[in-house]
């Protein structure tokens, strides 16, 4: 039997690049843990990225019967470790380890060996590397298959660890291979996901999490990551969670259930998850707040610059940021936004003449636009803003931020349409009844703990438009009467503001967009 073990710490020696060295005591935690919980007894180990050393010092006192192979780019801290661990079991290798060749050590192995890979890979994306021009860097590539904008906006930045874990996952799949690494927590779940995508074997899958902020001095949800691959068809659909203080208890599990992720198996709201009737959008995007946001002055509009903005009021909007999503009404907002198009990659020339005093003063901080880093802006006319269509300019949204934890649903409705920022996500509505209905079936118990079993409450951003697109709400209205909607308008403190027979409209106005939904599958 061929068992696989993996231990990994930072690959750069600057704090900022996300190398936190693994300090000694903690590496002696996870060893123990490796050693009393998971039973391990290997032949061979492997730290990938080895920083100073201090994984395969331990793991040296731990296993002292195993042959030892370390990589690390940084010569310093490869001279630093060899003095070390100048042993006649340790060999280590002063390279990249995108470029790295594992053959070096895999012909080595027999088929009953064990392998040891354990550790910390830097805690950085790949975005953050390259804004520091650094050249140690995996080849650019669209490694997880995202498709459309996904592909070049923010799903295909990555974390570095996440892209070095899956590297060695397939270059060690189809074995017992086991793999424990100390990670954000957000990176193993990432991992996780793509297992069942690349349909790679395992039997054990655990999270056990850890303060980092004590062991590194870092604010992340970090973790202690356990994997152990396998060559036979046993995958389990879920993973536990533990705290590494103690481990003997389950907290919680996440997984697949009927091909579909959830953040908590034990949640039983499961019954509305299905595709949303209605398109969810996400608000606008700009990246030029100091001159695109504004605030009302007594002489104009004042914007982030702290200058007095003389513009026509032709192209601006009220704009309801996540920070302004507290309560479930809401009508206007003391910020605004100007909006240069009304879809996308619009030809802006049109301000010339409809709107002289604004044209005027986009052109006059051209500078700002031209230095927006996203490549979604390239090759768009001048002033361009993405997440903007007819769907924008609708006078009744239903809008979430995707930031809070609590997710509180508000109706947006006003004269002029409100717009909502990148960080928020929205329905759109031609009646206010329809929307009203909508807001106070998002707010239900049955649809709160649904979304909840589905995000992680702990990521930046919980709240995603592919969490929000699961919400069946042909199913919600089977499930809530006319009169649970009334308790929850109560429990909302709102005052009754529609009556059965819009609940009945709502309720049969679902079923053709089912159907048209359906028919084009």
């Known amino acids: 039997m061929f068992q696989v073990f993996i231990i990994m710490t930072g690959i750069n020696n600057q704090k900022e690049l996300g190398d936190y060295q693994t300090p000694p005591y903690f590496t002696k935690t996870v060893c123990e843990y490796l050693i009393n919980d998971m039973k391990i007894s290997p032949n061979f180990i492997i730290e990938p990225t080895f920083g100073k050393g201090n994984f395969l010092f331990t793991c040296l006192k731990y296993f002292?019967?195993?042959?030892?192979?370390?990589?690390?780019?940084?010569?310093?801290?490869?001279?630093?470790?060899?003095?070390?661990?100048?042993?006649?079991?340790?060999?280590?290798?002063?390279?990249?380890?995108?470029?790295f060749d594992f053959s070096i050590i895999s012909d080595?192995?027999?088929?009953?060996?064990?392998?040891?890979?354990i550790g910390n890979p830097p805690w950085v994306t790949n975005s953050e590397l390259s804004s520091m021009n650094s050249n140690n860097l995996p080849i650019k590539s669209n490694f997880k298959g995202n498709k459309g904008l996904d592909s070049i906006t923010g799903n295909a930045n990555f974390d570095i660890a996440e892209y070095i874990i899956l590297k060695l996952i397939d270059s060690f799949k189809n074995t017992n291979t086991t793999i424990a690494f100390l990670v954000k927590t957000i990176v193993a779940r990432n991992v996780f996901k793509e297992l069942k995508r690349n349909e790679i074997q395992f039997n054990i899958a655990r999270i056990l999490k850890f303060n980092a902020k004590k062991v590194f001095n870092v604010s992340a949800d970090a973790c202690l990551f356990i994997l152990n691959l396998s060559e036979k068809n046993i995958s389990k659909n879920y993973c536990e969670v533990f705290d590494l203080d103690d481990s003997s208890i389950v907290k919680s599990k996440f997984g697949f259930r009927n091909n579909k992720f959830y953040s908590n198996l034990n949640e039983e709201s499961h019954i509305i998850d299905g595709k949303s009737c209605f398109e969810w959008r996400q608000g606008v995007k700009h990246d030029c707040s100091k001159i695109m946001e504004l605030e009302k002055h007594d002489d104009g509009y004042l914007n982030k610059k702290k200058e007095i903005v003389d513009i026509e009021d032709t192209l601006i909007y009220p704009l309801i940021k996540s920070s302004s999503i507290k309560s479930n009404i809401l009508k206007n907002s003391k910020k605004y936004v100007i909006i240069t198009q009304k879809r996308v990659r619009q030809?802006?020339?049109?301000?010339?003449?409809?709107?002289?005093?604004?044209?005027?003063?986009?052109?006059?901080?051209?500078?700002?636009?031209?230095?927006?880093?996203?490549?979604?802006?390239?090759?768009?006319?001048?002033?361009?803003?993405?997440?903007?269509?007819?769907?924008?300019?609708?006078?009744?949204?239903?809008?979430?931020?995707?930031?809070?934890?609590?997710?509180?649903?508000?109706?947006?409705?006003?004269?002029?349409?409100?717009?909502?920022?990148?960080?928020?996500?929205f329905l759109s509505f031609e009646k206010y009844e329809d929307a009203y209905i909508a807001m106070l079936i998002l707010n239900s118990e049955l649809v709160q703990n649904f979304i909840k079993s589905i995000a992680f409450l702990d990521s930046k951003r919980p709240f995603t438009k592919k969490i929000l697109q699961r919400i069946n709400f042909d199913e919600c209205v089977n499930i809530l009467n006319f009169e649970d909607l009334i308790n929850i308008e109560k429990n909302l403190g709102l005052i009754n503001d529609i009556d059965e027979i819009h609940y009945k409209n709502f309720k049969n106005s679902l079923q053709p967009l089912y159907k048209f939904q359906n028919s084009s599958q």
């Open 64 to 99: 002292p019967n195993s042959e030892f192979h370390g990589i690390e780019l940084n010569k310093n801290r490869f001279n630093e470790a060899k003095k070390k661990l100048n042993c006649d079991n340790v060999f280590l290798y002063n390279e990249d380890i995108f470029n």
């Open 108 to 117: 080595k192995l027999n088929h009953d060996d064990h392998l040891l890979l």
């Open 347 to 425: 030809d802006t020339d049109y301000i010339k003449d409809l709107a002289p005093k604004t044209w005027n003063y986009l052109k006059n901080n051209q500078e700002y636009f031209d230095n927006r880093k996203s490549v979604i802006y390239k090759n768009s006319p001048d002033f361009s803003i993405f997440g903007i269509g007819d769907y924008s300019f609708s006078n009744y949204k239903v809008g979430i931020s995707g930031f809070y934890k609590d997710p509180v649903f508000a109706l947006l409705s006003s004269e002029k349409p409100l717009m909502m920022d990148d960080t928020c996500y």
